[in-house]
């Protein structure tokens, strides 16, 4: 009778940690695909999600049940189970991430930046000529959206699938559109154009570009309310 109660108990456990082993790789993948480097790895995914992110927790509680359910097994069949349920979560998970990080890529990425402003102030119209800007450039990375836009200009950061020298891309693409470039230091270049500016600058694993007046300092550095603002953030 204790030895049918503790082989019912120990297949409760196995597949207990089993639904939680499904879950867990569905929760990875949500996460991924959300808040996943999508210039990584999937080896680099997989660890990043298994520190930053629920993956840790869930592989943790599976190897609990597995653990237990393998103490509790009196078969071979049950506790090869236990012992192969945390190992095939984890390939699940690696399975998954490329498909994850390419959903991002896909939802919340854009190939060319975007800098339009609704509405008819002073900001409207320098997103506008901003957008121009961008617009008569060939641009190379994956654009978020995320960045700053203003009378000052607008600033838009992206991320670079690839070894891509960026600096390179723009000194041979700026001259071809007609650009002029003034400076480059090797790690940032500006050219002007009829008034207007362009700057680029790399930054680890991506870059940020700005467009604006050519009077006008890029990524609005100086201004009082953009201080502390980081040009190239660690998240891009």
Not at 186 to 209: E, T, W
């Amino acid at each position: 009778m204790a030895a049918t109660v503790r082989a019912v108990s120990a297949a409760v456990l196995l597949v207990l940690g089993a639904g939680l082993a499904l879950l867990g790789v569905l929760v990875h993948y949500g996460f991924m695909s959300v808040y996943g480097d999508v210039s990584g790895t999937a080896w680099g995914g997989l660890l990043w999600g298994l520190t930053a992110g629920p993956s840790r927790l869930a592989l943790l509680l599976v190897m609990v049940f597995a653990v237990s359910g393998f103490m509790l097994s009196t078969r071979r069949g049950m506790r090869l189970t236990a012992a192969a349920t945390p190992a095939l979560m984890l390939i699940g998970m690696f399975a998954l991430t490329p498909l994850a990080l390419e959903q991002r890529l896909e939802k919340q990425y854009v190939s060319s930046p975007q800098c339009l402003t609704e509405g008819t102030g002073p900001t409207a119209a320098a997103d506008r000529e901003a957008q121009q800007v961008f617009d008569s450039i060939s641009h190379i990375g994956q654009f978020n959206g995320g960045g700053t836009s203003g009378v000052a200009g607008c600033t838009r950061w992206f991320k670079l699938l690839g070894d891509i020298d960026v600096l390179q891309h723009y000194r041979a693409t700026l001259p071809t559109a007609g650009w002029e470039v003034v400076e480059d230091d090797g790690h940032h270049l500006r050219a002007h154009l009829n008034g207007k500016a362009f700057d680029v600058m790399s930054c680890p694993g991506g870059g940020v570009i700005w467009a604006g007046s050519e009077e006008d300092p890029a990524f609005g550095q100086g201004l009082p309310e953009l201080a502390g603002t980081e040009i190239c953030p660690h998240d891009l």
